[in-house]
C-alpha cells in the first residue's frame, strides 16, 4: 500500500513538472527582446580603448528650450564616460576587486535655463550596457526651480523596466510604474544612435519612450518610431563644414527628431534638432577627468 501511494505521488509531480515547464531564462528575455533592433547597432561601438584612458568625453553646446512659450537660449553639457558598476547596489563601484562587476557607458546630461523669473535646473544620468548600446541599464533624472523638485529613475529589471518617480505636483506625487522591455528611451538617443551601423539609408522601426527630462511625472508616451539615416554634411557654409550622418527619428506624423553624428569615430553628436523646440550646436568638446580638482 506505501509503494503504490509513494508511486502515485512521484507521477503526479513528474506530470506537473512537466505541465508547468522550465522557468523563463532572463538573459533569454532580455536578448529577445531587442531582436528586432540590435542588429541595426555595432556591439563593438563602446569596445575601442579610447574609452579606457581614465577619462571622460566632455561636450558642450550652445542650446534653446521652449519654456514658458519662450525660447531660451543656455549651454548644454554632454559627458561621456565609461564606468564600472557593482551589482549589489547597482552604481559605480569603490572597490574593483569585487566579483560582481560590469561595465556601462554613462551618459550626464546637465543645463541651467533662465527665464523670467527663475532659474530651471535639469541633470539626467543614463547608463548603457557597454557592450549593448541599444538596451539602457539605468536612468536617473531631476529638475529644481523654484516652484519644487522632482525625481525619476528607471532600472532594468530583466522582464521590464521599473520606474519610480517623486514629484511636487499634485495628482503624481509618489510612485512606481512597470515599463515594457525593448525600449529606446529619447534621453539615450544622442549616445545610442553614434553606435548605429551607419550606412545611408538604413531605416528600422523602435519603439521609442519620450523625454524625462522635465519637471512632470506623469507615464512616458512611447511612440512608435520610424529611424532613418541619410549621408550629408553639416552644412553650415563654412570651412569647418563635415561630413555628417543625418539621423532623422519619425515618433508622429508631425514629430521628428533630427541628430547629426560625425561619419568619423567616436561619432560625436554635431547637432540635434527636436519637433518641440530642445535644440544643441556643438561648441567644444575634450577629453578629460572632470571629477578632479586642481
Known amino acids: 500500500m506505501y509503494a503504490c501511494k509513494l508511486y502515485s505521488l512521484v507521477l503526479t509531480l513528474l506530470l506537473l513538472s512537466a505541465c508547468s515547464g522550465p522557468a523563463p531564462d532572463r538573459k533569454a528575455t532580455e536578448t529577445n527582446a531587442y531582436d528586432a533592433i540590435k542588429e541595426n547597432f555595432n556591439p563593438d561601438w563602446a569596445m575601442d580603448k579610447l574609452w579606457d584612458d581614465g577619462l571622460a568625453e566632455v561636450a558642450i553646446y550652445d542650446a534653446e528650450r521652449v519654456v514658458y512659450g519662450k525660447k531660451r537660449e543656455f549651454e548644454f553639457t554632454l559627458i561621456t564616460v565609461k564606468e564600472d558598476f557593482n551589482r549589489e547596489h547597482n552604481v559605480k563601484t569603490d572597490n574593483y576587486n569585487r566579483d560582481d562587476l560590469f561595465p ?97 539609408g538604413l531605416r528600422f522601426n523602435a519603439d521609442i519612450a519620450e523625454t ?41 506624423p508631425n514629430k521628428v527628431n533630427s541628430y547629426w553624428f560625425s561619419t568619423e569615430y567616436p561619432n560625436k553628436l554635431i547637432r540635434q534638432r527636436t519637433w518641440d523646440g530642445r535644440n544643441l550646436e556643438l561648441k567644444k568638446i575634450s577629453r578629460y577627468a572632470y571629477w578632479q580638482g586642481d
Open 212 to 252: 524625462q527630462q522635465t519637471n512632470k511625472a506623469t507615464a512616458p508616451a512611447v511612440y512608435k518610431a520610424t529611424i532613418q539615416v541619410n549621408s550629408t554634411s553639416t552644412g553650415n557654409g563654412t570651412d569647418e563644414e563635415e561630413k555628417a550622418w543625418q539621423v532623422n527619428v519619425q515618433l508622429a
Open 104 to 200: 556601462v557607458m554613462k551618459v550626464n546630461e546637465f543645463c541651467r535655463i533662465p527665464t523670467d523669473n527663475y532659474p530651471y535646473h535639469y541633470l539626467t544620468s543614463v547608463f548603457v550596457h557597454r557592450g549593448k548600446p541599444w538596451q539602457l541599464h539605468k536612468l536617473t533624472t531631476s529638475s529644481q526651480e523654484w516652484c519644487g523638485n522632482t525625481f525619476k529613475s528607471v532600472t532594468d529589471e530583466g522582464n521590464n523596466y521599473s520606474m519610480y518617480y517623486n514629484s511636487y505636483f499634485d495628482g503624481q506625487g509618489e510612485g512606481n510604474r512597470q515599463l515594457t522591455k525593448a525600449l529606446l528611451f529619447e534621453d539615450q538617443l544622442p549616445y545610442s544612435l553614434r553606435a548605429l551601423r551607419f550606412r545611408d
